[in-house]
């Protein structure tokens, strides 16, 4: 599982999603950067940013 805490780039922010791959976290978190916090141009250093602040989260058992 995979694991992206928006409050880790947008200070304030309770926002967060886990899914099994990187690629589903990473439409969620730009989704999430539209509509929440009226991003309209996602750049590169934006997708950058997200990127590294995924975690790989163990599986609940």
Do not use: N
């Not at 886990?18 to 999430?32: L, N, Q, S, W, Y």
């Amino acid at each position: 599982m995979k694991e992206f805490h928006c409050g880790s780039l947008v200070p304030g922010c309770e926002w967060h999603t886990r899914a099994g791959e990187e690629a589903e976290v990473m439409r969620r978190a730009v989704d999430h950067m539209r509509e929440t916090h009226g991003e309209t141009v996602i750049r590169e250093t934006m997708i950058e940013a997200i990127r590294s602040r995924i975690e790989k989260i163990r599986d609940a058992a």
